[in-house]
C-alpha cells in the first residue's frame, strides 16, 4: 500500500519539527556549557571535573537570554540579548554579501587569466608557426643558389606536417581553455550558506554565555551574592582548619598534616574561617559554592572594594558517609537575638 500525499506531507511536517527541535536543544546545550564553563572558570574550577548533571545545560540558557527574573537586570540582559540577535543577523548577512562579492570578483579575475593564458599561449605557437615558415623559406632560398642540395626534399612535407600539429595544437588549448567555466558561487543555493550561518549564532551564543557566566560569578563572589551562607561542623580529626567549638580563638592543631603546594595559601585561611561581618570594610562570609560528587566547595566572598582581577580561594572538603558533617545554609548571615 503506498502512502497517500496527506500522509507524505503529514511526515514532512514532523521531519521539519524534528529537525528544529535537535538544532534548538543542541543551541541550548552548548549555551548551558559555556556559560558552566564560564562561571566556573571564575572560582578556578574546570567544568569537566564536576559531574554536573546534562539537563542543567538546558535550563542555564533561560538566565543567560532572560536574566535572573528578580531583578531590573532581566531587562538589560533581555535588551542585550535582542540588540546580539539584531547584530548577529546584520553580520551574518554583510558576510554573505561580501563572500558573494568576492566569489564574482575571484571568478572575473580567473576569467581575465584564462583568456591572458589562451592569448599567450596562441601567440607562442603561431610565433613558432612562423619562425618554422621563415626558416623553411630561408633553407628554400640557400638550397636554390646552392650547388649542393643540403636539404633533401622530404623535409619540406614533414616541416608542413609540424606546421599543422602547432596548428591543431593551438585550436586544442584554446577549446580546453574555453571550455572551463569559472562562475561565482551562489551561496543562496549552496551548503556555504548554512555553515556561515550556524557559525554566526554559535559565536553569538558563546559571547552571550561567556559574559553572562563571568557577570554572575563575579556576583556571587561578592557581597551581593545569591549563593547561600554556609556553616559546616566537622569532626576535629577530618579537616585541618576551623575553630573549635569550645574555644574558637585558638589555631586548630596541625601536627600529623603534611602540605604540598603554596604555604601562603593556607597562612591566609589561617585565622579567617568564621563568618565575621563586625568590619563593614573586609566582611568575612563564607558562602557555599556547590556539593557535587561527594565534594563540598567553600569560599569566602570577596570584600565590596574588591578588584574585577581579584578571585575567591576555593576550599574543597570530601563529604563524610557516616552522618558525623553538619552543613548549614541560610540566605544571609545570622542576626544577633535581641534578649
Known amino acids: ?32 556549557w559555556i556559560y558552566r564553563w564560564s562561571y566556573f572558570y571564575f572560582f578556578q ?15 542555564v540558557p533561560l538566565q543567560v537570554f532572560f536574566g535572573s527574573f528578580a531583578s531590573v537586570d532581566s531587562f538589560w540582559q533581555l535588551g542585550k540579548t535582542v540588540l546580539v540577535a539584531i547584530v548577529t543577523f546584520i553580520l551574518i548577512q554583510l558576510t554573505l554579501w561580501l563572500l558573494q562579492f568576492l566569489s564574482i570578483l575571484i571568478a572575473k579575475i580567473l576569467r581575465w587569466l584564462q583568456f591572458l593564458i589562451a592569448l599567450v599561449l596562441a601567440g607562442l605557437i603561431w610565433l613558432t608557426i612562423k619562425l618554422i615558415e621563415y626558416l623553411n623559406k630561408q633553407l628554400g632560398k640557400y638550397q636554390k643558389k646552392s650547388s649542393s642540395k643540403l636539404v633533401s626534399p622530404t623535409q619540406k612535407p614533414r616541416l608542413s606536417k609540424i606546421i599543422i600539429w602547432l596548428q591543431l595544437l593551438a585550436d ?8 572551463i567555466k569559472f562562475n561565482p558561487i551562489n551561496f543562496r543555493q549552496s551548503f556555504l550558506d548554512e555553515i556561515i550561518i550556524v557559525i554566526g549564532i554559535l ?5 552571550l554565555a561567556r559574559d553572562r557566566g563571568t557577570i554572575d560569578a563575579i556576583r556571587d563572589a561578592g557581597p551581593n551574592s545569591t549563593l547561600p551562607v554556609v556553616t559546616l561542623v566537622t569532626p576535629e580529626n577530618r579537616l585541618p582548619l576551623g ?13 600529623g ?17 568564621q563568618t565575621d561581618t563586625t568590619n563593614p570594610k573586609k566582611p568575612i562570609v563564607w558562602r557555599l559554592l556547590m556539593e557535587r560528587g561527594g565534594w563540598i566547595y567553600l569560599f569566602p566572598a570577596l570584600p565590596p572594594n574588591a578588584t574585577p582581577n581579584d578571585r575567591p580561594p576555593v576550599i574543597a572538603i570530601q563529604e563524610s558517609t557516616l552522618g558525623e558533617q553538619l552543613m548549614i545554609l541560610s540566605p544571609d548571615v545570622s542576626k544577633m537575638r535581641s534578649p
Open 1 to 32: 500500500m503506498s502512502p497517500t500525499p496527506e500522509s507524505t506531507k503529514e511526515l514532512n511536517i514532523l521531519g521539519k519539527v524534528a529537525s528544529v527541535v535537535g538544532l534548538l536543544g543542541a543551541a541550548l546545550f552548548f549555551t548551558g
Open 45 to 59: 574550577l574546570e567544568i569537566t571535573t564536576l559531574d554536573l548533571p546534562p539537563q542543567s545545560f538546558l535550563v
Open 172 to 179: 586544442f588549448i584554446i577549446n580546453k581553455l574555453s571550455a
Open 203 to 207: 559565536i553569538a551564543l558563546f559571547l
Open 243 to 255: 575553630r573549635k567549638l569550645e574555644n574558637e580563638f585558638s589555631n586548630p592543631p596541625l601536627k
Open 257 to 273: 598534616y603534611r602540605i604540598i603546594g603554596d604555604r601562603g595559601l593556607f597562612r591566609n585561611i589561617l585565622g579567617q574561617e
